[in-house]
């Protein structure tokens, strides 16, 4: 699907996975940047400059052309949630989700060397959770499952049979909206 050479700068095995899926050849190089928010960061913004960030950082030590950064977090009632800093926050993090629609806001950035510019866009899903008891939340933490992902569950893991329903794309609460991401590599000319 292309020639010219796409870099995905995310340690993430579901980013991987995705954009396989998408049929698109690249090379992996995670970036290790700081994902605490700005004071007053709006979300969009948050999840737009840490992808961007994540692209150029890849950029800066590895060879390609195009580079591509996504930063994944859950918007619920106002607060950003990244992945939960122990099983307390964990807990925290599903009770709150429990019973409530929230959403899921991915940013991805896809950063041409050659031109130095990049493009960005923020995708939105809205997730419908059931009321999650108590034992079930604490079966899910025991998996280990909550700890790496924002929000602290995994629609494509063992919280499926928490969501009712979504209302936006799949991909994009996994970590990599692809039709999207799949367009502005076409765009700017990364695929043939
Ligand atoms: C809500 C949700 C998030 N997630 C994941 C996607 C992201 O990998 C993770 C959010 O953390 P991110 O900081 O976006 O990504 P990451 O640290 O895993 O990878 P990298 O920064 O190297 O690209 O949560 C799921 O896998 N399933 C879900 O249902």
Known sequence: MNSRPIVLASASPRRSE?????GITFVVAPADIDETPLPGEEPVDHVLRLAEEKARAAASR???????????IVLCDGEIMGKPKDAADADRMLKKLSGVPHEVVTGYAVYDRERDAALSQAVR?????????????????????????????????????????IDGSYSNVVG?????????????????
């Open 18 to 22: 995705l954009l396989e899926s998408a």
């Open 176 to 192: 990599l909206p692809l039709c999207e991401v799949v367009e502005t590599l076409r765009t700017m000319g990364a695929l043939d």
């Open 62 to 72: 590895t060879e390609g052309r195009f580079f591509v950064g996504a930063d994944t």
């Open 125 to 165: 899903t809205k997730v419908f959770f059931k009321s999650l008891r108590q034992e079930e939340i604490d079966a899910y933490i025991a998996t280990g499952c909550p700890f790496d992902k924002a929000g602290a569950y995994a629609i494509q893991g063992g919280a499926a049979h928490m969501v009712q329903k």
